[in-house]
């Protein structure tokens, strides 16, 4: 098991117009490394962008690789707010389905997704997220990994 504390960050490109935004993403929990190369994890977490969405998320892996290497779905619920503007916010709710490359058991990821959130008309809005990210508890892991190499 690979524990998690994953800080993401990247462009998040809305389509209405098309703009590039600041997307952040901040999750905690475990992915696991299964007999044959099956990659399996939840994470829950915050997520922010720039146009004003504070949101929890959950998210939810399935892939496969190793520990160098690893490829994973990950569908992530998301429910917050959204402001528009300095007097009017909304609940908004949606859902992100990315492609996650992981490196390094999980020390850095890249993550390729698109992201649909409701919006205060009673429509929905789009981007595509793109995350960068660095997990330091993965750490753990590898010094794990490494005692039961020397041994």
């Not at 690979?2 to 992915?31: E, H, K, N, Q, Y």
């Not at 300095?86 to 698109?114: I, W």
């Not at 960068?132 to 993965?138: L, Q, R, W």
């Amino acid at each position: 098991m690979v524990p998690v504390t994953r800080l993401s960050m990247g462009p998040g490109i809305f389509f209405d117009p098309v703009t590039p935004r600041f997307d952040l993403d901040a999750t905690a929990g475990v992915i696991g490394l299964l007999e044959g190369g099956m990659i399996v994890g939840g994470e829950l977490g915050y997520s922010f962008d720039t146009r004003y969405l504070n949101a929890f998320n959950l998210t939810g892996a399935i892939g496969f690789g190793s520990p160098f290497l690893g490829v994973t779905y990950r569908p992530r619920f998301l429910v917050g707010r959204r402001e528009d503007g300095d007097t009017f916010a909304h609940t908004s709710v949606g859902m992100r389905n990315s492609a996650m490359l992981h490196f390094f058991a999980d020390v850095l990821s890249f993550e390729l997704g698109h992201q649909f959130m409701t919006n205060g008309a009673g429509g929905l809005e789009h981007n595509i997220h793109i995350g960068f990210g660095f997990n330091p508890a993965s750490a753990i892991y590898l010094i794990a990994a490494l005692d039961r190499a020397l041994r």
